[in-house]
Every structure is written in C-alpha cells, then in structure tokens.
C-alpha cells in the first residue's frame, strides 16, 4: 500500500472531502458503548485500564478520523504503511496538539508494545489484502494484540459491490485545484478490483526562465494503480472465526441493519478470545 499512496496522498483529502468521517464517528463511539470495552477516559494511572481504553486505527491514512475520536476522548495509536500519508497525519497532529502516537508498519506485520481494548480499520483498509491467508494473519495479529474481551470493528467493500456497482467504470471530476480520471476495473474471477487514478495538480510555483509569471494555469500529472480485493460475507465470517475471535455482528455500513448479499460495505464487530488456540 505505501507504494500506492505516495504522490496521491498530497490530494488524498481534497478528493475525500465527502467522506462521512463525522457519520463514521458516530457509528464507532455508538458500536464502542454498546459492545466494546475501551471508555474516553484520559490520564489514569492503572496500567490495565490505560490498556483497556486504548484505540488502534489500523489504516489509519491521513488521520482524519484518528483525530474525530482523540477529539472523542479516546486514546489513540494510528497505524499505516504509507510514508506520505502520515507525513499529513502529523501536521494535523501539530495543529491539533492531540497526543495521537502515529507508527509506520505494515498491517501484516504489526508489532505493539501492549495491548488495545480496541481495534478499528475503516475505509476499506482490508480490501487492500489481496490473499486470504495473509487476510487471515493479519486476524490473528489483530487478535494477539487486543486486550481480553476487547472489540476489532472493521468495514470492507463487498464482491457483489465491486461486481455489480463500480465495476468497469470510469469516474472524472473537475475541481479548481486538482482534477481526477478514475477508471475501474474488476475481474471476477480473481475478485480483484484495479483501479487506476490519473491526477492532475495545479503546480503554484510554475514559472518562467526569466523569474516572472508564467501567466498561466500550469497542472502536474501523475498517476496510481490501486489493486483491491473483493470478499463476500460468508468469507469474512470464517476468517473471523479462523482466527480465534467471536464474531458479535456483521452490518450493512448505509443502513446499520444485518448485511446481506446486496451489501456494498460492510461492518463487522468481533471479539477477542481464544488467543492462545487459534483454529
């Protein structure tokens, strides 16, 4: 993935800029209250609890929403693999003043100094993890890591959503400082999704030879692949329970009802046990 976001990430937030992170939120601090064991609590002194409040951001790009749930009272650790993606996290971190702790890693090979009461990985994070089995690792890191009882919340995009709804399309937009051409692409036989991102970036310090103006508007190109798999529920469910945690609920991400074969992103909510026994 850190290959994937390098020159992209400077525009990350300008074309995600109608991400429902507020909405996303919400629904994160509803699931903690009502399942998890992490509390916005700040500053106690008792080892386990300060473990048990915990929150990981696993994916967490260029902290957005890392930074909504800090603002929560969470604390929060926030994990990527993508250099220039948290280049930005940590400006918002200095503007902020927050205490995020940002770390540099890949998912599949994540190391912690302690536990977590709960792990989060939205924005199809996951998708991202083309082979079962390495998906299925990352499961169980996710797993060794968490505090007893605490919760693992993820999102993913579904096969049907990748096969039905943007598969084979072509996606552009026009906006004053940068422009996109998004084309997509889905094999169904692979169930992987590729899509390839051409960005168009108005360069501000264009000039002449001379030191003056140019007196025109001047862009940078410069493009991306991005290669996402998609997984169907019933995938999802046995890599949960292959990996020793207890899956609690699986929800359609739009109506917070229970996902189903029409789904396009899905939440699933699953609980830590069984560590030292995995299937």
Not at 96 to 125: N, P
Not at 135 to 158: A, E, K, S
Not at 239 to 253: K, Q, T, Y
């Amino acid at each position: 993935m850190a290959e994937t976001y390098s020159d992209f990430a400077q525009v990350y937030d300008e074309l995600m800029d109608e991400t429902p992170y507020e909405q996303w939120c919400d629904n994160i601090v509803r699931f903690l209250e009502e399942y998890g064991i992490s509390k916005p609590v700040r500053g106690e002194q008792d080892l386990l609890a300060s473990e048990r409040n915990l929150v990981l951001d696993l994916g967490c790009g260029t902290g957005t929403l890392t930074e909504l749930l800090y603002s929560r009272g969470y604390d929060m650790v926030g994990v990527d693999n993508a250099p220039a993606m948290l280049d930005i996290a940590m400006r918002k971190k200095q503007q902020s003043g927050s205490e995020i702790l940002y770390l540099l890693q890949d998912m599949r090979e994540l190391e912690l100094y302690s536990t977590v009461g709960t792990v989060i990985s939205v924005c199809d994070s996951l998708n991202y993890i083309l082979e079962e089995e390495e998906l299925l690792d990352v499961f169980r890191l996710v797993n060794n890591y968490l505090y007893p009882g605490g919760m693992f919340l993820f999102d993913f995009n579904t096969d049907y959503k990748y096969r039905e709804v943007i598969g084979d399309t072509t996606i552009a937009e026009n906006r004053e400082d940068c422009s996109f051409i998004w084309e997509n692409y889905y094999d169904e036989e692979s169930c992987l999704n590729e899509y390839d991102v051409t960005i168009f970036v108005r360069d501000t310090g264009a000039e002449t030879v001379s030191g003056k103006s140019a007196g025109q508007e001047l862009f940078r190109r410069f493009s991306e692949t991005h290669v996402q798999r998609g997984y169907t529920i019933e995938q999802m469910r046995r890599l949960v329970e292959r990996s020793g945690m207890e899956l609690i609920r699986m929800l359609d991400a739009e109506s917070l009802t229970e996902a189903d074969e029409q789904s396009e992103r899905v939440y699933v909510l699953a609980r830590e046990c069984q560590k030292d026994n995995p299937q």
